[in-house]
Structure formats: structure tokens, C-alpha cells
């Protein structure tokens, strides 16, 4: 069974940092391409940030480019997000997802929070 456990999110200060970890069990880690999506009250949810099996190419919605940073440990079987720099916009339940580069199959962890705001 595959499970994907989202960790790390919680409340921070704008200009604050946090950062997020997904630990993915029950897969073969190293043939999915790992990504970072959120949804806000009242809003779609969106891809914030993707990054392939080998870690060699990652890609950031435009909103995040230079705060966010997403990173992999394939021996781990972890998939990382820094955040810096957060604004109150940054606000959301954020969610890993893990996609087989073999079949197209997706699954989607059950989400953490992050909330920014004084």
C-alpha cells in the first residue's frame, strides 16, 4: 500500500521560514517524479513545485521561484520543501504527490498545513 506522510507544516511569522518533508512508503520512489501542490480556502489546488526522478530538474509556479526550493533523498525515499521568505498568500494545506513514471499512476498524501500570518 502506498502512503505518502506530509510533515513540517504549522504556523510562521511573513519572512519566515519552514520546511516540509513527505516520506513515501510502499513504491519504488526512485521511478516517480515527486511533486509539491497546495490548495487555499476557496481555491483550486495548484503545483508549486516538481522535481524528477534523479533530482536533476525541479520546477517552481512563478509565485515561488527564488523562496521555495524543493529537494529529494531517493535512499530515504524523502521528498523536501524549504520555504522562505513566506507571505500570507503562501497560505494553504499543502500536499505531496508522487508520480510513476511507468504507469502515469498518482498518489496524493493526505496534507499538512501551513498558515503565515502575525
Known amino acids: 500500500q502506498v502512503q505518502l506522510v506530509e510533515s513540517g507544516g504549522g504556523l510562521v511569522q511573513p519572512g519566515g521560514s519552514l520546511r516540509l518533508s513527505c516520506a513515501a512508503s510502499g513504491l519504488t520512489f526512485s521511478t516517480h517524479h515527486m511533486s509539491w501542490y497546495r490548495q487555499a480556502p476557496g481555491k483550486e489546488r495548484e503545483l508549486v513545485a516538481s522535481i524528477t526522478t534523479g533530482g536533476g530538474s525541479t520546477n517552481y509556479v512563478d509565485s515561488v521561484k527564488g523562496r521555495f526550493t524543493i529537494s529529494r533523498d531517493n535512499a530515504k525515499k524523502m521528498v523536501y520543501l524549504q520555504m522562505n521568505s513566506l507571505k500570507p498568500e503562501d497560505t494553504a494545506v499543502y500536499y505531496c504527490?508522487?508520480?510513476?513514471?511507468?504507469?502515469?499512476?498518482?498518489?496524493w498524501g493526505q496534507g499538512t498545513q501551513v498558515t503565515v500570518s502575525s
Open positions: 504527490n508522487a508520480n510513476s513514471i511507468l504507469t502515469g499512476r498518482s498518489y
